[in-house]
């Protein structure tokens, strides 16, 4: 019953702390703020987490909360104060963040943010302020407003067209994130020794690390209900009650379960994530294709989603870069998840891809017969076309000086027993009408890209062999 | 057995404000209300009378302020007299310590080879080496698959990555782990950067460090998902209400995307602001050659955080300045801060010094202008590149220098003028009167302007639009 410790000696955060604002709180005479305040500090005292504790100030009559409480404070904009805390608890899983949060805050604007965070279900505690109108910007209607209750935006009553009172006890308690939701009320000596006891229960959970606890508590607002701080509670009680009844809403018995080991910075477990490789590969290419194009070659890729011409893409950039040229490939696609268009821009270069768009390629892989179509005619004059004959039946008339080359990769693929290597067929054909590089460069790349699929390495190289047998059938 | 004596109430007149709560906790009725005005409150303060006080303390649990009615001390109520508050409590506010930078660590890594990865990718790998375990998002294209990234890839640091309900809950789970002096940061796309831009406004109040990836896409509105450059004028004028800026960088390459997210994290804390990377939806989904570092950090934490702990128990993380003079002076402060920050500016000059035809671009837009130059080149005409890396500050010193023998000026951009804007601005602010007329080639909707299109604009052929 003490004054609790974890009150600061003098408020110096309240107007400097001059005069008597270093010692009494912002609160009007009977505000029900101040009691949940008493409690919370009460609470922090008895449980010895003062250290640990990090209280998140909302927007609302309670903004000025860390003028008061001698622990970590943070201010949150309106109605963000939920997974501020949350930002708080992952930051320092062995910090107890508390979010307290008047009705406007937590039951208006910040409704998406309360209910995500109940479900998430991390613990933290939450203490919502329910006094049933908007204090701080001076008794506006409030989401939990009573029906007929009169405020400045409700002058005529809250009628049917302001919609009903949210109930966030009951609403919090129907999600199945929090552990403990409860709603207790200020009005006489009883309630607020089972506030009182609610609080350190919300904060004992969290300490456990058990999860999420809510507690609701009605307030009592004297100021803009227009009543004595004696007539409010007496309203509290005969009026609010009845809508937002007290109690127990959900009391679960779950083992502590949150348990976070600090984060690692092993530099070597970052590296194998990334997939970084200390050995430098072996290159085969002798110099840059200049045969293709003097400092930069530029190719698209294209076909439907599943055609594999990203994968086929990637790997062009990669056996590039592993014989120390520059590439890029950039991806675009339809809209549809599925079997949409899949078109992929990719560029070698000798020291720089200076424009990584492919708008007139020197080479072309088109997967189906739109994609030739569509980007046939953009070839550049001597380029090289390699189109999917197994798809593609009628090909358009391209510009003579453009080398075409039709290769089955679906049928191959599909003879070899797996549709899905048929960009490694385009992949071969691309070698063996180009050049770009040498066999090996693009065997290094596929096998890399497989290392972790290591049984898929001979179809893939058998996909690749065919593919060059195939332009060396139509060569001869 | 004897009842420990329990203390009576005691009350300071001043700091009762006469709800009456106390009232009805009395069974005793030892507390009445008064008519007597309290000459220092102007409040009128119940009056107590504890002959029949039996110390049940019920009125003490209901009294709503901190210094309100309270146990007696020994001889306070024999000697009711006022004392002064300061000697009374005493004026030391808290005995928490005084908080000291935890630095970090620079922990070397070994040479690795170039990876091939996407831009995006580059950005999550570059924010995981400079220390970052704390990632917030909400997906959207084209900036989602550095989130996948995170996500795959924290667990396995025991690192977190929460999939936020929106981008406002994103923008305030940064502003938490932030003010607990972490590394923190998120990707984004430009309608998720608007709806973020409230918490940046709170978060560069508060002083918080953090970095947004924003991969630009077409707007206004729902726009598209391809690559433009409009919102450059939202992250240099527009981060959320009030005195905002923030570094703002602009990639060209993915090992940019790397490089610059971690020089993002280091200037984010140096000067507790967020830094903005500006990325067009080309970067962010285009694959390349990425070169790792030498080294990564281990975060430490910075003296002024809030990490829920005793050594920090004494900090605040706040953007409210209630008083006039108050804000006005963190105003002050943040704008010498601003002022600081602009020795951060940043760019890149290619082939600039005898250039005649300067192209001024950034982000991929600027690669397609390197491009041009090369090919001018060959054709005899003197043209050079100049491309900020930082928008905000805009390298207005190194653009002068870039310019200084031009005959004309193109600036390339996928939108529709927002860069030139900057240039005109800084060229403004810097005093420069006297400068080539602004030409320029700009596309939108999606559309990056292409080599042909620049050429075009150059040699002053006009070139009909695909």
């Given at each position: 019953m003490s004054k609790a410790s974890v009150f600061y000696d003098k408020f110096e955060r309240h107007s400097h702390g001059e005069g008597l604002k270093g010692h009494a709180t912002h609160y009007c005479p009977g505000c029900g703020h101040g009691l949940a305040h008493k409690y919370l500090a009460d609470a922090i005292d008895e449980l010895g987490i003062q250290d640990r504790t990090v209280a998140i100030s909302p927007v609302g009559c309670s903004v000025f909360l860390y003028y008061y409480f001698d622990v970590g404070n943070s201010q949150a904009a309106h109605g963000r104060a939920s997974v501020v805390a949350l930002g708080h608890k992952f930051a320092n899983p062995e910090s107890v963040v508390i979010s307290y949060q008047g009705d406007g805050d937590l039951a208006s604007i910040g409704l998406a943010e309360t209910i995500a965070t109940a479900q998430l279900g991390a613990p933290i505690t939450v203490i919502f302020i329910n006094n049933a109108i908007y204090g701080m910007t001076g008794g506006q209607m409030a989401?939990?407003?009573?029906?007929?209750q009169t405020s400045s935006t409700s002058p005529a009553g809250r009628n049917q067209y302001n919609g009903q009172p949210m109930k966030m006890a009951e609403i919090i308690a129907g999600?199945?994130?929090?552990v403990y939701v409860e709603r207790v009320a200020l009005y006489d000596a009883k309630q607020r020794i089972k506030a009182k006891k609610a609080i350190q229960k919300g904060l004992k959970l969290q300490m456990e690390g058990r999860g999420y606890s809510f507690i609701e508590v009605l307030a009592e607002c004297p100021t803009h209900l227009k009543m004595s701080p004696e007539e409010t509670e007496k309203w509290v009680k005969e009026s609010m009650e009845p809508v937002y009844p007290l109690g127990v809403k959900k009391d679960l018995t779950v083992d502590p379960w949150f348990k976070l080991n600090p984060p690692s910075f092993q530099g070597e477990k970052l590296l194998s994530l990334a997939g970084a490789t200390y050995e430098h590969p072996v290159r085969a290419c002798e110099g840059f294709p200049t045969h293709l194009a003097p400092h930069d070659i530029s190719l698209k890729l294209a076909g439907s989603g599943g055609d594999g011409a990203q994968t086929a893409a990637m790997l062009i950039a990669r056996a590039a870069i592993n014989e120390g040229f520059d590439a890029t490939h950039i991806p675009s696609y339809g809209p549809e998840s599925r079997g949409g268009t899949s078109y992929a821009d990719v560029h070698v270069a000798?020291?720089?891809?200076?424009?990584?768009?492919?708008?007139?390629?020197q080479v072309l892989i088109a997967f189906n017969a739109p994609s030739l179509a569509k980007f046939g005619p953009t070839v550049r004059k001597g380029g090289y076309v390699i189109y999917d004959s197994s798809v593609v039946t009628d090909p358009p008339v391209l510009d003579p000086s453009i080398q075409v080359f039709p290769v089955p990769f679906t049928g191959i693929a599909t003879d070899l027993g797996k549709a899905v290597v048929k960009n490694i067929v385009a992949l071969g054909a691309l070698q063996a009408a180009t050049n770009i590089f040498p066999k090996d460069t693009f065997l290094t790349a596929i096998r890399v890209a497989l290392k972790d699929k290591c049984a898929l390495i001979p179809l893939n190289e058998e996909a690749f062999a065919w593919g060059i047998k195939s332009v060396e059938a139509l060569s001869n | 057995m004897a009842l420990k004596e329990r203390p009576k109430p005691f009350l300071l007149p001043e700091y009762c404000k006469g709800c009456g709560r106390c009232l009805d906790a009395c069974a005793k009725d030892c507390i009445t209300l008064s008519d007597q005005i309290n000459p220092l409150t102007g409040l009128v303060p119940v009056e107590l009378d504890l002959t029949n006080c039996n110390a049940c303390g019920l009125c003490m649990d209901a009294c709503p302020e901190p210094y309100g009615l309270r146990p007696a001390h020994e001889g306070e109520i024999q000697d009711f007299e006022l004392e002064d508050p300061a000697k009374l409590?005493?004026?030391?506010?808290?005995?928490a310590p005084v908080p000291v930078d935890i630095p970090n660590e620079i922990l070397p890594l070994p040479r690795t080879e170039p990876l091939v990865i996407k831009g995006t990718y580059a950005s999550a790998l570059g924010a995981l080496l400079a220390g970052c375990r704390h990632v917030y998002g909400y997906p959207i294209t084209p900036s989602t698959e550095g989130a996948e990234l995170m996500a795959k890839f924290l667990p396995k640091l025991d690192g977190t990555f929460i999939q936020a309900v929106s981008e406002v809950a994103t923008v305030n789970m940064m502003y938490g782990t932030a003010g607990a002096g972490l590394p923190t940061m998120t990707f984004t796309s430009s309608p998720g950067f608007s709806l973020m831009l409230e918490g940046v406004s709170y978060m560069i109040g508060a002083e918080l460090p953090g970095v947004f990836v924003d991969i630009m896409r077409g707007g206004p509105g729902l726009g598209n998902i391809a690559p433009e450059q409009s919102d450059i004028k939202l992250a240099c004028h527009g981060l959320g209400h009030g005195n905002t800026q923030a570094l703002v960088l602009a990639p060209s390459t993915p090992q940019e995307m790397l490089d610059l997210t971690i020089l993002a994290f280091e200037l984010s804390f140096k000067y507790r602001n967020p830094v903005v990377i500006l990325g067009d939806g080309y970067l962010g989904q285009m694959t390349g050659k990425v070169q790792l570092p030498d080294s990564m950090i281990k975060p430490g934490i910075p003296k002024w955080a809030v990490y829920g702990d005793a050594m920090h128990r004494r900090n605040l993380i706040t953007s409210?300045?209630?008083?006039e003079a108050d804000l006005e002076a963190h105003n002050v402060h943040l704008n010498a801060k601003y002022a600081a920050m602009q020795v951060e500016a940043r760019s890149e000059s290619y082939l600039c010094d005898d250039a005649e035809v300067v192209l001024i671009a950034c982000n991929t837009p600027a690669r397609t202008a390197k491009g041009a130059v090369q090919e001018l080149r060959q054709q005899g005409i003197k043209a050079g590149l100049f491309r900020p890396i930082t928008l905000w500050p805009f390298p207005v010193e190194d653009l002068k220098e870039a310019i200084r023998g031009a005959e004309r000026m193109v600036v390339v951009e996928a939108s529709a003028g927002q860069l030139e804007d900057e240039v005109r601005l800084a060229l403004s602010k810097a005093g420069v009167r006297v400068f080539p007329e602004f030409e320029s080639v700009r596309r939108m909707g999606g559309i990056l302007p292409q080599q042909s299109e620049i050429m075009a604009q150059v040699l002053g052929k006009k070139e009909v639009r695909a």
């Amino acid at each position: 019953m003490s004054k609790a410790s974890v009150f600061y000696d003098k408020f110096e955060r309240h107007s400097h702390g001059e005069g008597l604002k270093g010692h009494a709180t912002h609160y009007c005479p009977g505000c029900g703020h101040g009691l949940a305040h008493k409690y919370l500090a009460d609470a922090i005292d008895e449980l010895g987490i003062q250290d640990r504790t990090v209280a998140i100030s909302p927007v609302g009559c309670s903004v000025f909360l860390y003028y008061y409480f001698d622990v970590g404070n943070s201010q949150a904009a309106h109605g963000r104060a939920s997974v501020v805390a949350l930002g708080h608890k992952f930051a320092n899983p062995e910090s107890v963040v508390i979010s307290y949060q008047g009705d406007g805050d937590l039951a208006s604007i910040g409704l998406a943010e309360t209910i995500a965070t109940a479900q998430l279900g991390a613990p933290i505690t939450v203490i919502f302020i329910n006094n049933a109108i908007y204090g701080m910007t001076g008794g506006q209607m409030a989401p939990t407003t009573l029906m007929g209750q009169t405020s400045s935006t409700s002058p005529a009553g809250r009628n049917q067209y302001n919609g009903q009172p949210m109930k966030m006890a009951e609403i919090i308690a129907g999600l199945d994130g929090p552990v403990y939701v409860e709603r207790v009320a200020l009005y006489d000596a009883k309630q607020r020794i089972k506030a009182k006891k609610a609080i350190q229960k919300g904060l004992k959970l969290q300490m456990e690390g058990r999860g999420y606890s809510f507690i609701e508590v009605l307030a009592e607002c004297p100021t803009h209900l227009k009543m004595s701080p004696e007539e409010t509670e007496k309203w509290v009680k005969e009026s609010m009650e009845p809508v937002y009844p007290l109690g127990v809403k959900k009391d679960l018995t779950v083992d502590p379960w949150f348990k976070l080991n600090p984060p690692s910075f092993q530099g070597e477990k970052l590296l194998s994530l990334a997939g970084a490789t200390y050995e430098h590969p072996v290159r085969a290419c002798e110099g840059f294709p200049t045969h293709l194009a003097p400092h930069d070659i530029s190719l698209k890729l294209a076909g439907s989603g599943g055609d594999g011409a990203q994968t086929a893409a990637m790997l062009i950039a990669r056996a590039a870069i592993n014989e120390g040229f520059d590439a890029t490939h950039i991806p675009s696609y339809g809209p549809e998840s599925r079997g949409g268009t899949s078109y992929a821009d990719v560029h070698v270069a000798e020291d720089e891809v200076l424009n990584p768009g492919s708008p007139d390629p020197q080479v072309l892989i088109a997967f189906n017969a739109p994609s030739l179509a569509k980007f046939g005619p953009t070839v550049r004059k001597g380029g090289y076309v390699i189109y999917d004959s197994s798809v593609v039946t009628d090909p358009p008339v391209l510009d003579p000086s453009i080398q075409v080359f039709p290769v089955p990769f679906t049928g191959i693929a599909t003879d070899l027993g797996k549709a899905v290597v048929k960009n490694i067929v385009a992949l071969g054909a691309l070698q063996a009408a180009t050049n770009i590089f040498p066999k090996d460069t693009f065997l290094t790349a596929i096998r890399v890209a497989l290392k972790d699929k290591c049984a898929l390495i001979p179809l893939n190289e058998e996909a690749f062999a065919w593919g060059i047998k195939s332009v060396e059938a139509l060569s001869n | 057995m004897a009842l420990k004596e329990r203390p009576k109430p005691f009350l300071l007149p001043e700091y009762c404000k006469g709800c009456g709560r106390c009232l009805d906790a009395c069974a005793k009725d030892c507390i009445t209300l008064s008519d007597q005005i309290n000459p220092l409150t102007g409040l009128v303060p119940v009056e107590l009378d504890l002959t029949n006080c039996n110390a049940c303390g019920l009125c003490m649990d209901a009294c709503p302020e901190p210094y309100g009615l309270r146990p007696a001390h020994e001889g306070e109520i024999q000697d009711f007299e006022l004392e002064d508050p300061a000697k009374l409590f005493g004026v030391k506010p808290s005995d928490a310590p005084v908080p000291v930078d935890i630095p970090n660590e620079i922990l070397p890594l070994p040479r690795t080879e170039p990876l091939v990865i996407k831009g995006t990718y580059a950005s999550a790998l570059g924010a995981l080496l400079a220390g970052c375990r704390h990632v917030y998002g909400y997906p959207i294209t084209p900036s989602t698959e550095g989130a996948e990234l995170m996500a795959k890839f924290l667990p396995k640091l025991d690192g977190t990555f929460i999939q936020a309900v929106s981008e406002v809950a994103t923008v305030n789970m940064m502003y938490g782990t932030a003010g607990a002096g972490l590394p923190t940061m998120t990707f984004t796309s430009s309608p998720g950067f608007s709806l973020m831009l409230e918490g940046v406004s709170y978060m560069i109040g508060a002083e918080l460090p953090g970095v947004f990836v924003d991969i630009m896409r077409g707007g206004p509105g729902l726009g598209n998902i391809a690559p433009e450059q409009s919102d450059i004028k939202l992250a240099c004028h527009g981060l959320g209400h009030g005195n905002t800026q923030a570094l703002v960088l602009a990639p060209s390459t993915p090992q940019e995307m790397l490089d610059l997210t971690i020089l993002a994290f280091e200037l984010s804390f140096k000067y507790r602001n967020p830094v903005v990377i500006l990325g067009d939806g080309y970067l962010g989904q285009m694959t390349g050659k990425v070169q790792l570092p030498d080294s990564m950090i281990k975060p430490g934490i910075p003296k002024w955080a809030v990490y829920g702990d005793a050594m920090h128990r004494r900090n605040l993380i706040t953007s409210i300045f209630l008083t006039e003079a108050d804000l006005e002076a963190h105003n002050v402060h943040l704008n010498a801060k601003y002022a600081a920050m602009q020795v951060e500016a940043r760019s890149e000059s290619y082939l600039c010094d005898d250039a005649e035809v300067v192209l001024i671009a950034c982000n991929t837009p600027a690669r397609t202008a390197k491009g041009a130059v090369q090919e001018l080149r060959q054709q005899g005409i003197k043209a050079g590149l100049f491309r900020p890396i930082t928008l905000w500050p805009f390298p207005v010193e190194d653009l002068k220098e870039a310019i200084r023998g031009a005959e004309r000026m193109v600036v390339v951009e996928a939108s529709a003028g927002q860069l030139e804007d900057e240039v005109r601005l800084a060229l403004s602010k810097a005093g420069v009167r006297v400068f080539p007329e602004f030409e320029s080639v700009r596309r939108m909707g999606g559309i990056l302007p292409q080599q042909s299109e620049i050429m075009a604009q150059v040699l002053g052929k006009k070139e009909v639009r695909a």
